[in-house]
């Protein structure tokens, strides 16, 4: 187990990005899963959407969050949504982003959110959340 060092801070808002309503959809599940998330924002690029657009849509999104506790989960590495994200943070904001969203990353923050003795790990929640069920069904346990 790790623990959180006395400096460090859990994010306290969570954005998810994505092309289509795949963000809205995943907030649905894991409220479904979780109950009400109020501290979960979903931001979508519609086909309608141009980057000036996500961009607004982002920024209102997260208008009245500190930006040093924001992370961002973010569909798909090179899309649109987390290019327009990633050009935020060189342009210097304390965004921390992470490309790749599932279930498992987003349990694994709201997991950290309840038990602050943690240090998260989005990425390996994510990885561990992919699995081929039918050779786990095959392996003699």
Known sequence: ????????????????ISHGKLAEEAKKGIELIMGPQDNIQAVCMLPEDGV????????DATADFSVDD?????DLMGGTPANTVSRLIKAG?????YAGLNMAMI????????VDDRVP???????????D?????????
Request: overall charge negative; aromatic content about 12%; some cysteine.
């Open 133 to 141: 069920v039918n050779a786990f069904l095959n392996t003699d346990n």
């Open 52 to 59: 000036s657009d996500f961009q607004k849509k982002f920024e």
């Open 1 to 16: 187990m790790f623990f959180v060092k006395e400096d460090e801070k859990m994010a306290k808002e969570l954005i998810l």
């Open 93 to 97: 904001l304390n965004i921390k982003l």
């Open 107 to 114: 349990m694994e923050w709201l997991n950290c959110q309840m």
């Open 121 to 131: 790990d989005y990425v390996k929640a994510g990885k561990d959340g992919v699995v």
């Open 70 to 74: 924001i992370v961002v989960f973010a």
